[in-house]
């Protein structure tokens, strides 16, 4: 089994930054790929970035430019770099992470609000 945790929401200010983190632990070595989703409310949960094996990524057209997925393979540790922040950043980002027996695991959640 995975279990995740989210940290690094909060309030920013319209063009603002945040860096999301999600720690990940127990068994690690079975991860195929993780990603970060996020929803608004009223919205259906979107695909914001996903980085898989190999370490390449894939973004949404709306973070294209804007955010950044990486990981901390030393701390277990996925990380979203935001910036540019605009109020329709504003969701609940939750970390997912799937593995090679096709197991999903999500956490969860933690609040993004973008507003002067």
């Known amino acids: 089994q995975v279990q995740l945790v989210e940290s690094g929401g909060g309030l920013a200010q319209p063009g603002g930054s945040l860096r999301l983190s999600c720690a990940a632990s127990?068994?690690?070595?079975?991860?195929?790929?993780m990603g970060w989703y996020r929803q608004a409310p009223g919205k259906q949960r979107e695909l914001v970035a996903v980085?898989?094996?190999?370490?390449?990524?894939e973004y949404a057209d709306s973070a294209k430019g804007r955010f950044t997925i990486s990981g901390d393979n030393a701390k277990n540790t996925m990380y979203l770099q935001m910036g540019s922040l605009n109020p329709e950043d504003t969701a609940v980002y939750c970390c997912r992470a799937d593995t090679f027996a096709a197991n999903v695991y999500w956490g969860q959640g933690t609040q993004v609000t973008v507003s002067s």
């Open positions: 127990g068994s690690i070595s079975t991860i195929r790929s």
């Open positions: 980085i898989r094996s190999g370490d390449t990524t």
